[in-house]
């Protein structure tokens, strides 16, 4: 959506609010945010249509601070750390998303009004064609980069800590295109929150399962079905966890099983709801290009849901980074999770 578009909006939800009484408390638990929008890409390897044609988003999910590495921030400052996944949308030739860490310094203007702006790391993955000696070639070009982010908030009634947040995103990369978008969305700043008595983490083994679909990132590709057997176990915020993966034939391209080991950093949101992210190697082998073997990056983001002392619901989403610009793929997933 347009620059217009998205300050008509916000100006609209705050005459509507205006003598709202829900204040937007930044009060040091967990932070969730879901946004759309669109923007366009400038320099570097931008070619054609440069516009993101509306298919912008990202989700973000963090935690407030009282300090930076102990360092008092000053009054009326807060920070936040986030793990940013932004897809910048669908430009001629470039099909670019990817996953940052963002400091974030958070600022209450008004009782409505709350300022933030980050700037961090970006991992981007981009699927593109490029010109060869034998003719153009696609790839999935992994590049580092930095993603700067301006955003404002403006509380609206329901659940304490919720808000519409009006975002603008600065990609900058080195030697390809960069990007500037505004998205528009709902977020939350979750209070405190402990996990509920009999969810405590206790070391224990969980196992379970998740499927879902897979999609590889190259045209000329299809969906396919894909399953992951799994193993964790849990200690206060962290998690170490082990996956076996089915990813599916794809028909063209990708027909991939392999073993994972994942570090995960658990942030809960209410005593009973938590968000994690999960990093690590992958070995795998693909029957589609000769049962050759490779050891690839997964990365994972998940929400769990505690249905009882020894179950949990679980909804993932996983990018497979192969590091050899092809074949990289992402999986979408439900599934269950029992302690043992």
Known sequence: MKAKT?????????????????????NHGAYLSLAFGN????GGNASGYRWMRGRTFEVRAGRQQDDVFGLALPPGWTMRIDFVHY?????????RDGFALQWLAVHRLSRMWTGELGVGPYLSMN??????????TQIDDARLGALISVGLRLAVPG???????????????HTVHRSDALVLGIGR????????????????????????TSITNMAGTHGAHAGVLEARQYAERWGIGYKF????DDGARVDRRGIAGQLWYVQPATPRLSMSAGLGPYFAA?????????????????????????TRAIINFNRIKTFRKTNDRDLFQIGLLQRF
Do not use: K
């Open 39 to 42: 923007g366009r890409i400038y």
């Open 6 to 26: 998205c300050m008509a909006a916000m100006l609209m939800v705050h005459a509507a609010l205006a003598q709202a009484d829900t204040i937007d408390p930044d």
């Open 286 to 310: 693909n029957r589609r290009d000769g049962n050759r073997t490779a050891t690839d990056l997964l990365i994972s983001f998940q929400a769990e849901r505690a249905l009882s002392a020894r």
């Open 127 to 136: 699927t593109t064609e490029i010109a060869t000696p034998t003719g153009n």
């Open 159 to 173: 659940p304490s800590g919720t808000h519409v947040r009006l975002g603008y995103n600065h990609v900058a990369m």
């Open 189 to 212: 700043q979750f209070g405190p929150a402990e996990p509920a008595p009999d969810v405590v983490p206790d070391g224990r083994l969980w196992l379970g399962g998740t499927f879902g």
């Open 245 to 248: 993966l089915f990813e599916g």
């Open 87 to 95: 897809n910048e949308g669908h430009p001629d030739n470039n099909h």
